[in-house]
């Protein structure tokens, strides 16, 4: 029976020592967040990386997938304008420029070779590695029915978050509660 040759403890700890500090790293810049990829002009002012809002009141919704004719425009521009309470034909549209930022997770979990129905313990941390894997290297892409999905949360929450905004600075502005405000259109 062949045997193994040995290892040298200070080759395993050495080694040991070089994956962990790999992992390590990565997962540092794993963790780091991207910078607002959008520029605002003279008289805009850009919430976050899905809405700008321009001071004659201009609401422009940044969509980071591509149009081909699924209407995802539209979709991911309404969750924005409810959130946002603003009527969706006010809103102009703009694609979303290059930035890892606007990285579609879903698009990368969905290359995991298992059914969307399946959750086992096993999948779901294949499905995690992946969608990790599509953030780290800012994976912007549009296909696979993925916009929507990947999207849902994120747009509705850049809405969400662009009104609160506006409320908290009426109320300053007013010196009301922001509880006596209400949107509307």
Same mark, same amino acid.
């Given at each position: !029976?062949?045997?193994?040759?040995?290892?040298?403890r200070?080759?395993?700890?050495?080694? $040991?020592?070089?994956?962990? =500090?790999?992992?390590?790293?990565?997962?540092?810049?794993?963790?780091?967040?991207w #910078?607002?990829?959008l520029?605002?002009? #003279?008289?805009?002012?850009?919430?976050?990386?899905?809405?700008?809002?321009?001071a #004659?009141?201009?609401? %422009?919704?940044?969509?980071?997938?591509?149009?081909?004719?699924?209407g995802?425009?539209? $979709?991911?521009?309404?969750?924005?304008?409810?959130?946002?309470?603003?009527d969706?034909?006010?809103?102009?549209v703009?694609?979303g420029p290059?930035s890892?930022?606007?990285?579609?997770?879903?698009?990368?979990?969905d290359?995991?070779?298992?059914?969307?129905?399946?959750?086992? $313990?096993?999948?779901?941390?294949a499905?995690?590695?992946?969608?990790?894997? =599509?953030? %780290?290297?800012g994976?912007?892409?549009?296909?696979?029915s993925?916009?929507?999905?990947?999207?849902f949360?994120? !747009?509705?929450?850049?809405?969400?978050?662009?009104r609160?905004?506006?409320?908290?600075?009426?109320?300053?502005?007013?010196?009301?509660?922001?509880?006596?405000?209400? $949107?509307?259109?």
């Open positions: !029976m062949a045997r193994a040759g040995k290892i040298a200070r080759t395993f700890m050495i080694g $040991t020592g070089l994956i962990a =500090g790999g992992f390590a790293v990565g997962y540092y810049f794993y963790r780091q967040p #910078d607002n990829p520029e605002a002009e #003279d008289g805009e002012y850009a919430f976050n990386p899905y809405v700008k809002i321009a #004659d009141n201009t609401v %422009t919704v940044i969509v980071p997938r591509a149009e081909m004719g699924q995802v425009t539209t $979709t991911l521009t309404a969750m924005v304008a409810e959130e946002l309470d603003v969706l034909a006010a809103i102009k703009e694609h290059e890892a930022f606007y990285y579609n997770s879903v698009v990368a979990g290359l995991v070779p298992a059914a969307f129905f399946n959750h086992s $313990t096993i999948v779901e941390a499905r995690t590695a992946f969608e990790a894997t =599509g953030r %780290t290297i994976l912007q892409i549009t296909g696979g993925t916009s929507t999905r990947d999207a949360e994120k !747009m509705r929450m850049a809405g969400a978050v662009a609160a905004v506006l409320v908290k600075a009426a109320a300053n502005r007013l010196g009301v509660p922001e509880s006596a405000l209400v $949107t509307a259109g």
